[in-house]
């Protein structure tokens, strides 16, 4: 089955740009999704198809995909930004949908 | 208000069996294709399941393929996870979330807690 791979932890200071990376073999080839998770909340959509944001999602969220890396970055990073965030495509091979492990971004 | 409101956690012994609700408001329940999602205490996501709009397909992770089976009322705005032969490692927040037949999932419940315990 497909396999994603984020880095575990990421650190930025306030209003400096987080980037989080998404690995997969190809996965420039699928769309990729990233969700937000903050601490004992369910999972919100922040951008869905590489790059698009969600209606009230800040622009300051931007996506990008291609080779085997997909990244999601966050610019003028604030404290609300920390959160855990996790990278989602559709195996279609598998039809299943598969989530990365996961990164905490802490502020 | 459009949300997913789940219900039906608890804590249960294992071997046993349990029914998942997910009631949907504010929106056009019967043109969504809808998921189960669960996530382990301080785990990541694991996605569960999905059932088509009309219900006519349903496809299953690996891990819970044979014992957990999805199905949806339209008529009554509402989607189940009936979970059998209960294990220690279902023990998890479930949630239920609303995909746009675009394979993302853009409305996400709060989750309700499942405990498998002896």
């Known amino acids: 089955s497909y396999v994603l791979t984020q880095p575990p932890s990421v650190s930025v200071a306030p209003g400096m740009t987080a980037k989080i990376t998404c690995g997969g073999d190809?996965?420039?080839?699928?769309?990729v999704h990233w969700y937000q998770q903050r601490p004992g909340q369910a999972p919100l959509l922040v951008v869905y198809d590489d790059m698009d944001r969600p209606s009230g999602i800040p622009e300051r969220f931007s996506g990008s995909n291609s080779g085997n890396t997909a990244t999601l970055t966050i610019s003028r990073v604030e404290a609300g930004d920390e959160a855990d965030y996790y990278c989602?495509?559709?195996?279609?091979?598998?039809?299943?949908?598969?989530f990365g492990p996961g990164t905490q971004v802490t502020v | 208000q459009v949300q997913l409101v789940e219900s039906g956690g608890g804590v249960v012994q294992p071997g046993t069996s349990l029914r998942l609700s997910c009631a949907a408001s504010g929106f056009t329940f019967s043109t969504f294709d809808m998921h189960w999602v669960r996530q382990a205490p301080g785990k990541g996501l694991e996605w569960v399941a999905v059932?088509?709009?009309?219900?006519?397909?349903?496809y299953y992770a690996d891990s819970v393929k044979g014992r957990l089976t999805v199905s949806r009322d339209n008529s009554r705005n509402t989607l189940y996870l009936q979970l059998n032969s209960l294990r220690v490692e279902d023990t998890a927040v479930y949630y239920c979330a609303r995909d746009p037949r675009a394979q993302h999932l853009d409305l996400w419940g709060r989750g309700t807690p499942l405990t498998v315990s002896s």
């Open positions: 059932i088509w709009y009309d219900g006519s397909y349903q």
């Open positions: 190809d996965i420039g080839s699928y769309s």
């Open positions: 989602q495509v559709w195996d279609s091979r598998g039809d299943h949908f598969v």
